[in-house]
């Protein structure tokens, strides 16, 4: 009777504490960005930010001078999956214009592409 009652505790922390770590273990990280087609679809969502802010620091701006204000008033950043801006194609054809000259001359690979 005392080895049953033992083992029933035991099952039952072990229970309690699995569950616990199930419901509290972070979700996976998502990489499923929309529209990218330049960068790599599977990057990270920190080289893509590191990548980004390095582009608002190089040219001075914010996000908003590429990417379209959200059309849902209650998101607070830019939709940046719309292609509603024009500078955001340009950003795009630098972006290719610059990865090729890099390839040809320099043999440098991009950031976003390397290891």
Do not use: W, Y
């Not at 209650?74 to 999956?81: I, L, M, R, T």
């Amino acid at each position: 009777m005392k080895f049953n009652r033992k083992f029933i505790v035991v099952v039952s922390m072990a229970a309690v504490v699995t569950t616990a770590v199930a419901f509290t273990a972070p979700p996976p990280d998502d990489h499923s960005f929309k529209n990218l087609k330049i960068l790599p679809k599977d990057i990270s969502h920190e080289k893509l930010d590191k990548i980004m802010h390095g582009f608002n620091n190089a040219l001075g701006v914010k996000c908003n001078f590429c990417h379209a204000r959200s059309q849902d008033t209650a998101v607070h950043h830019p939709d940046f999956a719309s292609d509603e801006k024009p500078e955001k194609s340009i950003a795009r054809s630098m972006m290719k214009m610059t990865l090729k000259i890099n390839k040809k001359f320099f043999e440098v690979k991009h950031p976003a592409f390397g290891p």
